[in-house]
């Protein structure tokens, strides 16, 4: 009897200390930074195995714009096609919290095009170092693996930020890639 009310005091104790320091983590130091207090830096470099969570609910500065991957074709005649976007993907309102297949890509073109801006700030705008980074590769395979016209000789992408559904919003160019050659298809039969 002894034991078992000592080893429920010391899981009670545990859960609790547990649950306290978790709740404790989720609090910044300041807001609007969304900077870490020292307890939490210090939970986190003692914390190997992750027992610690992360939650955030909400991010400290939430996404108030939509993000646009679109790509065009050069064909052999030095036309270029018009711009097509890749389509977001999203679920009905309704099944989204359930259902949601293609919220993975969505959040891979948030991170890449984040990722592609630091790289642009990082290497002051380089063009050929830019072309280099992961980033922008990853993106240009992405691109050049969506359909297309048979007769293109080149490709090109551009990611555009804008202020949801409405047609008159402010649409803003974040990154525009170099047109970059590539061999039309060729059918074997």
């Given amino acids: ?6 080893i429920f005091t010391a899981l009670a104790i545990f859960l609790v200390s547990w649950f306290s320091i978790s709740v404790l983590c989720q609090i910044p130091r300041d807001i609007g930074k969304w900077e870490s207090t020292r307890l939490e830096r210090w939970v986190r470099v003692h914390d190997v195995c992750g027992f610690v969570p992360r939650w955030h609910f909400f991010a400290p500065l939430p996404a108030t714009d939509d993000l646009h991957l679109l790509y065009r074709d050069r064909l052999p005649d030095g036309r270029v096609t018009r711009w097509c976007e890749v389509p977001a993907g999203t679920s009905p309102k309704w099944l989204g919290p359930v259902w949601n297949p293609r919220r993975r890509q969505n959040k891979a073109l948030i991170d890449i095009s984040v990722e592609l801006a630091k790289a642009g700030l990082a290497l002051d705008g380089d063009a050929a170092a830019i072309q280099l980074s992961l980033p922008y590769i990853a993106t240009l395979n992405f691109v050049c693996s969506l359909p297309r016209d ?3 000789d080149g490709t090109q992408f551009l990611i ?4 949801g559904l409405d047609d008159d919003a402010d649409h803003h160019v974040i990154f525009l890639s170099t047109m970059h050659c590539s061999e039309p298809a060729r059918s074997d039969a």
């Fill in 160 to 163: 555009m930020r804008s202020k």
């Fill in 1 to 6: 009897m002894v034991l078992d009310d000592l």
């Fill in 150 to 152: 048979q007769r293109a």
